[in-house]
């Protein structure tokens, strides 16, 4: 385990690929673990303890970045990026530094409440980018048994914010076979939809649904993986919900299953990946 995240913890120089990638920017991890205890997440308990990047250290690795990667936007990585120390001063003293080179800021995806004004201003000084939020379910009672507690009120709220301050799209990530997931759980993702757009008159929102796939050292480790069939009729549910200014998109249920299996596998597995990958 690092025990914290000094200058020699980022990799120097930032790889920079020679192909057209996803996420073409310059990263910078600004924090690592996480406290919230979200019962899916594996990265939240494995990463622990929180340990977090000093102001001056991200400064001076952005600077360092964009020098030797001429990069024109930078993204500051965290699993809960609001929770950054002051994040507001970050993005302040960053934006001083990158405006004049019009290198914009992004962040990963965010819990959903606590998307503010103050943040909206600062990350649309130099370029608006994508903005994600991550309920995982529509249905609040099972969010509180994630151990994600907060309601659809202050998620709704932070999305008219956003659309208050210029952005014209949203990213919602949902998952689906989720332990404890009942029918009306699907059903309420039809009712979000519909609230948001509401506060939201002409912005448009992408939903991400993904099947939950059980991840080893969390508290839904031994839960089986749902069904594919019933995944699928899951899927078809929630792809009847399109409309006007949403897009959806999905994770096959088949691929889900592989990544379950690989996810709690052992080397008792070996012999079967062998012989998929001789086939």
């Known amino acids: 385990t690092v025990a914290e995240l000094s200058e020699e913890t980022l990799p120097s120089p930032p790889i920079l690929p020679i192909c057209e990638i996803t996420h073409d920017r310059l990263a910078v991890e600004i924090m690592r673990g996480c406290t919230w205890g979200c019962r899916f997440c594996q990265a939240g308990y494995v990463n622990r303890p929180l340990r977090i990047r000093p102001e001056q250290d991200i400064i001076k690795a952005v600077e360092k970045g964009i020098r030797q990667t001429g990069w024109e936007e930078i993204s500051l990585l965290s699993f809960t990026i609001l929770d950054y120390p ?10 001083e530094i990158l405006k004049k080179r019009m290198i914009n800021i992004s962040l990963p995806a965010m819990r959903g409440e606590l998307f503010s004004e103050e943040l909206a201003i600062l990350l649309k000084e130099i370029k608006k980018t994508g903005l994600t939020f991550a309920p995982e379910t ?12 907060f309601s659809n009120e202050r998620l709704i709220s932070s999305i008219h914010t956003a659309y208050k301050f210029g952005w ?9 076979g989720l332990p404890f997931e009942k029918d009306d759980d699907i059903a309420e993702i039809d009712i979000l ?26 508290p839904f480790e031994t839960v089986e993986f749902a069904p594919i069939e019933e995944l699928n009729e899951k899927i078809s ?22 990544e379950a299996f690989l996810s709690r ?7 079967v990946i062998e012989a998929v990958y001789k086939q």
């Open 265 to 271: 596998a052992d080397d008792k597995s070996f012999p």
């Open 138 to 149: 529509a249905s609040e009672q099972l969010r509180c048994r994630l151990n994600k507690k």
């Open 86 to 95: 002051n994040l507001l001063n970050l993005i302040r003293r960053l934006n």
């Open 193 to 218: 939809i519909s609230q948001i757009l509401e506060a939201y008159p002409k912005g448009h929102i992408k939903l991400s649904v993904n099947p939950f796939i059980p991840k080893p050292h969390t």
């Open 237 to 258: 549910r929630i792809r009847r919900m399109k409309r006007r200014r949403v897009e959806i998109k999905y994770q096959s249920p088949e691929v889900s299953f592989i």
């Open 168 to 176: 014209k799209q949203v990213k919602l990530y949902f998952m689906i």
